[in-house]
């Protein structure tokens, strides 16, 4: 295209139009035509072909005239064409219709753009503005002209590029008026020639991706303005972002080279102070993100381009050290002033958020996150939108404005109310013992193999200790708090999720409040926070999760297999399971019963995804699931210490009927009554999920009728076993009928006359609603302690708390007295959260051995002594001081009483300890399996619980080393390396033979099969935990 | 019938079979884990005699040892503490074995272990004929124990009153002495935490504990181990003998309890009470006699302040019978009697009666030889309801007595048993019905110069011990 002559608008600039083409001769004809009509056309026109494989060359020749077609290699990057094109005119003389001195500007296009055709003067307009501007971009618009695509681009500090924009952002002029920007795209960039050539023009070092960043910081690094001129519109296909075509320019993968250059460049070009701790956060980043690609987005590709970028920084330094030494020679302006240009983190945090709520809310929660911060669209709406209020408050407002936010603050001051006996010291009281130091205390019980609790248990850790743990951890560390969230916080918890899972399967929100305050209140509920059952609470927040997960999973269309639902559902059931197991047994059945019942999909594949869901909590509870088979007790005991629930003759049929469980903080028994009604009148005409609902009920109320009539094994005189997490499954199901029932009724009715029918569905709501409201009271004004406590926990004085933690690490024997003795053996100064759970002897004698030695003290047998000595027992602690029935404890030779205020407490003469060295005599007896004579002299040396490494002298004759641990072959005991002969003291207790050299002792234990376990439902929980995210689809 | 129909008549059937199968179900009793007493039986039994020794001709002690098993027995005896003569051997009780004391010796342990320990009871008697501290002296030796009462010791110039603690134990003892007399608590210092070594005793002087204080009451508190104790007790009038005896613990506080074994004669008879609460104790009295019970005149109801003693000159009321005292209290008491005889010719003598538990299981006494093979007799009281008490010689022969309703009974167990000038030897009572039955063994003889006077409450018999159930429960751990 030959130069125009004529005189030209801002003739004091001349433009050389530098198109560079790759592949893209699809677009060029409109990029061309776009060209031809410029009401300001430039002055030249140069094309750059990289290699094209299509028709591009041609095509541009055709255009332009083959001189003007410059053909580099295919593998140049988009700077070294440029610089190509211009150095084609190298020595050229100045343009006709111009001045002389005019200045010289580069106008970049990609081959897949197209300018409007007053863009180059809408550029001209803008850089004549200023003599500052150096860089002048246009609007940059989608293809279809629909979109915006960018106004400007800046970048974050995770080397991001940002564009400040929503995806698939309409353009409605609201981002007209964007002056100052770090950089502009290439597409359209017009910039100033002697600016391009004084920084060297585009890095050649980022091809491809973030060089038009780059450029930009540099020339604003150096003083110039880059500015955008909204008014200038190109529209580009962005076809190497979309993927329509590939790069040579570099050898990386598309999406390790953006992520690369991302950080390179903003190594290269940020502070000299903040290039250290980017550095150093870099790699840390990286591999987040690369777990998050597998885990949220499970996109292996995404994760390999986060490793493959941060081992090619980490591996590169070189390209950052000399980018920033070039870069020093031309800064003029310091990092602080560019700081408004970068974007800000909140873009980063938001996008962050974009991503997860797309992985984990759908498709449809990230749409509407982007319709709210999208601007509104304008023209004429409806009536009834205009008068829609809600929509012009703020996000606060809008917030606790929300029904079910509503709900859930009235419940959490009603919650706040009940618990106000609760605010004090630690927990505890009924089932709940108190939480333990920390988060990290929770994972040690759960990782480990072997507890030191009570006389040494190996008894599997419940899962529901990790989940404990896990919830610590994300709160701090702090148990307690862990603990408070779940019991003081379980019933706006539970509100939380009954009105989430409420809210597809109800639309009357007044009827979604009210099922979600029924859930809430339901006598399971108080009666859980009262008796201090985590287990019960941690179901009650959990089902109504579950079960929409469930219903969503088996309730899909045929299409697909939509398993990774019914894995997610899985998941949920096993998070509940992991407290109550009892609660995958009824789910097993209200499966079974569904999925013949109600027709969808096909009866297969109906099985194959009631088979997935019920599957996957055997699976990640691995190895507790075992455990639980060989201990069905397991199944309904609960957690915690063991259960006070006593009824003579079990809980009555009416009571269970009613979703009352028995024991304290129960409502009067009537106002569960209309709900049930509610649920089983509701199969008669609600929509399928009542009957679900129903079905959920009566397996419920089937698990808790058996569960009632169970022997149960308790130290507490008619102890039966508390029905609460069945009942709870139960209350879940009838709420969800009576919900959905209470959503159709209007509409039901509507389409019959009136009969009695109307009136009796009135009573039915009066009186649920009227019980709901009794129940709240009730419970508001008993209070939600009793036995639950925050007092001070521990029974044991100060200095025998202090003892507990001698060298020699003694126990404590607490007794209480009355018709039955009841004991425990301490092994520091209280007992915490999971050691009832943990608590499974793994011997048959030692505990024999230890309720004949608790008995023998209470009767004052001087024998008592040596038995206590045998488990390691420094103090009797009796916490009652007035129990008479332990007055004879003083009758025991060797058991010295100490003064104390509140309790009796003893302390035995005899040496006591976790290990023990016995000598002469008394090896021999405790060898021979015979009692501890009262007259032994056991020395106690130093150790902890299981474990010990002390420096032991010589001795006359062999010893016995005795470890007050039940006796096996996991237990070793070395002598300066040696392994001891171990043999069996008392007839319980580990021992070893010790020969009479001194020498360092080291006793430990080997717990193996404990981690291989663990590793095996890590990777089980992993797995489906990937299984469980839905695959990654294409937003466009 | 349409769907809604079916549902809801399903639904219906649901309900009403899980809510009937639920009302028929009924947990087994047998959900509740039965936890039991267990008995251990009697493996080793071992009983402290307070001061076995002697003085040549001035002064013995004879410490019996009797089996009142059916089973052989080994009993070896030691004593606790360095003696200058040998003071220990092994026996084999069939039924009793004497081990007499003339030269200076220490309380001594008994212990016998097997099966036969059950049925062990150890007593000693001392004599001294003559001198300044003649009388006859008499205790049932006792097992270990933490805590011992006594009421009536006296701190006064005349009365020499010594207490004995013994540590039978192989690891040392500490206990805690706590004292209260007529003029109140008794502040002793350096009492709280006396040392008695393991195999070793300890005397400690009343006078010298609770100097010029009457009717002294002590508590001994083991703070750790168990301990023997008793008072010898003897008083003398200027340089005129005026009797003695060991004064045998007594029962703990409590609000109630029977002293036996006053005898006729001339005598004074003396009912100590201590209250060593903080509240006044009202205390009702009541004589149950051979012929009749009834409360004694002036004595209805007797007002002990806290922390003070007090005694009841039951003398005239009780008029030479024999006789028990039933007591009462709204505060838990602590009662021993003290029961003197005054010869219109000779010394003076007495003996103290404890107050005992009611005999719920065999009882026995070791000896039954009196001095100068003069009476020994049985007597037993019966305050609420009659019982009849099988009594068994070593023998064999038993006779069995009746015990009226809220009667006193005695028996002359020479005469009963037809036995010779020392007795039927050992005898074991055993109570036959549910009643409460209190039994005191009298040893006498009268002399030239005036009476010998010893009395003992019987020996409960070592018993199987009940050990408690036990469970393990860690909610014992946290504060209800």
């Known amino acids: 295209m030959p130069p125009r002559t004529r005189r030209l608008r801002f003739a004091g600039h001349a433009v050389t139009a530098v198109v560079v083409a790759h592949d893209g001769a699809r677009w060029l004809d409109d990029l061309l035509a776009g060209l031809a009509v410029q009401s300001r056309p430039p002055q030249r026109v140069v094309a750059v072909d990289t290699g094209s494989n299509d028709s591009s060359p041609a095509v541009l020749a055709a255009a332009l005239g083959e001189s003007a077609v410059i053909r580099v290699p295919r593998d140049a990057s988009l700077g070294a064409a440029v610089q190509a094109g211009l150095d084609a005119f190298g020595g050229a003389p100045a343009p006709p219709g111009i001045d002389q001195d005019a200045r010289e500007w580069v106008w970049l296009l990609h081959d897949d753009c197209a300018p409007d055709a007053d863009a180059l003067e809408r550029l001209l307009q803008r850089a004549d503005a200023s003599g500052s501007i150096v860089a002048v971009g246009p609007k940059v618009l989608s293809w279809d002209r629909r979109h915006l695509v960018e106004v400007g681009v800046t970048v974050d500090s995770s080397g991001g590029r940002q ?23 290439t597409a359209g960039l017009l910039i100033r020639r002697d600016v391009w050539d004084s920084v060297g023009g585009l890095d050649r070092t980022w091809a491809v991706h973030g060089d038009d960043v780059d450029l930009g910081w540099r020339l604003n690094a150096q003083g110039g303005r880059v500015v955008v001129a909204s008014d200038a519109v190109i529209r580009h296909a962005a076809a190497l972002t979309g993927g329509l075509r590939s790069s040579d320019a570099t050898s990386l993968p598309r999406g390790a080279a953006a992520r690369l250059h991302g950080m390179q460049l903003v190594l290269a070009n940020t502070s000299r102070w903040l290039v250290l701790p980017l550095a150093l956060r870099y790699p840390v980043e990286s591999i987040l993100r690369a777990v998050l690609g597998v885990l949220v987005w499970r996109s292996p590709a995404r994760a390999r381009d986060e490793v493959v970028a941060i081992a090619a920084l980490v591996t590169r330094p070189h390209v950052v050290i000399s980018a920033r030494r070039r870069r020093a020679q031309l800064r003029r302006r310091p990092h602080h002033e560019l700081r408004p240009l970068l974007a800000p983190a909140s873009w980063r945090w938001r996008r962050a958020a974009d991503v997860i709520a797309g992985a984990f809310a759908g498709r449809d929660a990230l749409a509407e996150r982007r319709r709210r911060r999208a601007p509104v669209e304008t023209g004429p709406v409806a009536d009834e939108a205009e008068s829609f209020a809600v929509d012009d408050l703020g996000v606060v407002a809008r917030f606790f404005t929300r029904p079910g936010v509503v709900v859930v603050v009235a419940l959490t001051v009603l919650a706040l109310v009940a618990d106000r006996a609760l605010f004090g010291d630690v927990l505890h009281g009924g089932r709940l ?65 009954a009105y989430v899972a409420l809210r597809p399967a109800v639309r009357r929100w007044p009827v ?158 009537w106002v569960w009554g209309p709900i049930v009604v509610a649920a089983v009148v509701a199969v008669a005409f609600a929509r399928q999920l009542a009957r679900a609902g129903f079905i959920i009920f009566a397996a419920g109320l089937i698990a808790a009728v058996v569960q009632s009539r169970l022997a149960a094994w308790s130290a507490v005189a008619n102890a039966r076993y508390w029905t609460g997490a069945t009942l709870a499954v139960a209350a879940a199901g009838a709420v969800l009928a009576a919900a959905v029932a209470a959503d159709e009724l209007p509409r039901a009715l509507a389409r019959r006359s009136f009969s009695w029918r109307q009136p009796a569905a009135a009573i039915v709501a009066v009186a649920a609603v009227a019980g709901v409201a009794t129940a ?27 003892e507990a933690a001698a060298p020699t690490a003694p126990r404590t024997l607490v007794v209480r007295g009355g018709p039955v003795l009841r004991y ?35 009767v004052g047998r001087n024998q008592a002594l040596g038995e206590l000595t045998e488990f390691g027992v420094r103090l009797v602690v009796v916490p009652d001081r007035a129990d008479a029935s332990l007055a004879r404890l003083a009758d025991v030779d060797g058991l010295t009483r100490v003064p104390a205020t ?90 070893w033979r010790m020969p009479p050299d001194g020498g360092h002792l080291v006793v430990s234990r080997s717990e193996p099969g404990r981690a291989a376990w663990l590793v095996v439902e890590l990777i089980a929980v992993v797995v489906t935990l990937l299984l469980a995210v839905p695959g990654r689809r294409s937003e466009s | 019938m349409s769907a809604g129909r079916r549902w809801l008549a399903a639904a219906f059937v649901v309900v009403i079979a899980v809510t009937v199968s639920a009302a028929l179900v009924r947990p087994s009793q047998s959900v509740t884990r039965t936890l039991r007493s267990t008995t251990a039986s009697v493996g080793t039994a071992t009983f402290v005699c307070p001061s076995v020794s002697g003085n040549g001709d001035r002064f013995a002690t004879d410490m019996t040892i009797a089996n009142l098993s059916r089973q052989p027995v080994t009993a070896s005896y030691t004593a606790l503490g360095p003696v200058h003569t040998p003071l220990r051997g092994r026996v084999h009780p069939q039924p009793s074995v004497v081990v007499h004391r003339t030269t200076p010796g220490a309380a001594v342990a008994v212990t016998a272990t097997g099966p036969g320990a059950a049925g062990l009871a150890v007593s000693q008697v001392g004599l001294v004929p003559a001198g300044k501290y003649r009388g006859s002296s008499d205790i049932a030796c006792a097992a270990a124990t933490a805590d011992l009462w006594f009421a009536g010791a006296d701190g006064r110039i005349g009365t020499s009153d010594v207490l004995f603690i013994s540590n039978p134990g192989a690891t040392s003892a500490n206990v805690a002495l706590s004292l209260w007399s007529a003029a109140g608590p008794v502040s002793v210092p350096g009492v709280n935490s006396i040392n008695v070594p393991a195999h070793a005793y300890l005397a400690k002087s009343i006078g010298d504990l609770a100097p010029d204080r009457q009717w002294v009451a002590v508590h001994v508190h083991a703070n750790s181990g168990t301990v023997a104790a008793a008072i010898a007790d003897s008083h003398v009038n200027g340089i005129r003998p005026a009797g003695g005896d060991w004064l045998p613990p007594t029962l703990a506080p409590s609000p109630s309890g029977v002293v036996t074994g006053f005898t006729g004669g001339a005598r004074v008879d003396v009912l100590h009470l201590a209250n060593p609460g903080s509240r006044d104790a009202t205390v009702s009295i009541r004589i149950v006699t051979t012929t009749r019970n009834f ?12 922390g003070h003693t007090t005694s009841v000159n039951l003398s005239g009321a009780i008029g030479g019978e024999i006789s028990g005292v039933a007591y009462t209290s709204d505060v838990p008491v602590v009662a021993e009697a003290v029961t003197v005889r005054h010869p219109t ?59 009226p309703s809220q009667r006193s009974t005695w028996i002359d167990l020479r005469a009963v048993f037809g036995a010779g000038a020392t007795g039927p030897g050992p005898i074991l009572l055993t109570p036959l019905g549910d009643q409460p039955v209190y039994a005191e063994r009298l040893l006498y003889a009268a002399g030239a110069h005036g009476p010998l006077l010893a009395e003992e409450a019987a020996t409960v018999l070592p018993r199987a011990t009940v050990l408690p159930p036990t469970v393990a429960d860690l909610r014992v751990v946290t504060r209800r």
């Not at chain 1, 333990?436 to 480990?448: F, N, R």
């Not at chain 2, 009281?381 to 068994?392: K, N």
């Open chain 1, 163 to 185: 564009s400040g924009l929503e995806p698939r952002e309409v353009d409605q002029g609201q981002h007209d008026g964007v002056d100052d920007v770090l950089a502009v795209g």
């Open chain 1, 433 to 497: 013992l108190p939480a333990p130091g920390g988060a990290s205390d929770l994972w040690s019980d759960y990782l480990a193999g072997w507890h030191s609790v009570g006389l040494g248990s190996t008894t599997p850790t419940p899962p529901w200790v990790a989940v404990l743990a896990l919830l610590s951890t994300v709160l701090l560390g702090k148990a307690w708090l862990a603990i408070d969230v779940i019991v003081l916080g379980a019933v706006p918890l539970t509100a939380l999720t």
């Open chain 1, 512 to 669: 979604r409040a009210w099922a979600t305050v029924a859930y809430a209140m339901t006598p399971v509920l108080t009666g859980a926070v009262a008796g201090g059952r985590l287990e019960t609470l941690a179901v009650l927040v959990l089902l109504p999760l579950a079960i929409r997960a469930s219903v969503k999973a088996l309730g899909t269309p045929a299409t697909g297999s939509g398993l990774h639902r019914c894995i997610a559902a899985g998941l949920l059931l096993a998070l509940a399971a992991s407290f109550a197991p009892i609660v995958w047994v009824t789910a097993v059945g209200v499966l079974v019963v569904t999925t013949f019942v109600f027709a969808g999909a096909p009866l297969p594949k109906r099985l194959l995804r009631a088979s997935v869901l019920v599957a996957v909590a055997p699976i990640v509870l691995l190895p507790w699931t075992a455990h639980v088979v060989t201990h069905p007790r397991l199944l309904v005991s609960g957690i915690g210490v063991s259960d006070s629930f006593a009824v003579r003759r079990g809980v009555e049929p009416l009571e269970l009927l009613l979703a009352h469980p028995g024991g304290p903080a129960q409502p009067p028994l």
């Open chain 1, 776 to 802: 709240a009271v009730a419970w508001l004004t008993r209070g939600a302690d009793r036995p639950l406590t925050s007092a001070s926990a521990s029974v044991l004085p100060v200095f025998a708390q202090a």
């Open chain 1, 824 to 858: 425990a053996t301490l092994r520091t100064a209280g007992v915490h959260l999971p050691d009832a759970d943990l608590d499974a002897p793994t011997s048959r004698s030692a505990p024999l051995r230890l309720s004949a030695a608790v008995a023998d003290a209470a």
């Open chain 1, 902 to 991: 509140t309790t009796v407490v003893y302390r035995s003469t005899m040496s006591a300890g976790e290990v023990v060295l016995l000598s002469g005599k008394d090896a021999t007896t405790a060898a021979s399996g015979a009692l501890l004579p009262s007259t032994a002299q056991p020395v106690a040396v130093n150790a902890t619980a299981g474990h010990a490494s002390v420096d032991v002298a010589a001795a006359a004759t062999t010893r016995l080393v005795v470890l007050a641990e039940p006796h096996s072959r996991a237990w070793r005991a070395t002598l300066d390396g040696h392994r001891l002969p171990a043999t069996t003291a008392y007839g319980w207790a580990q021992a």
């Open chain 2, 295 to 306: 409360v004694p005149a002036g004595h209805q109801s007797v007002v002990v302040p806290a």
């Open chain 2, 345 to 403: 010719r000779g010394f003076d003598e007495l003996a103290w009666l404890p107050s005992q538990p009611p005999l719920v299981s065999p009882a026995a006494f070791a000896t039954t030889t009196p001095p100068f093979n003069q009476i020994v007799r049985l007597i037993l009281t019966a305050p609420l309801g009659a019982i009849d008490v099988e009594v068994r010689a070593g023998s064999g022969k038993a006779v069995t007595v009746h015990v």
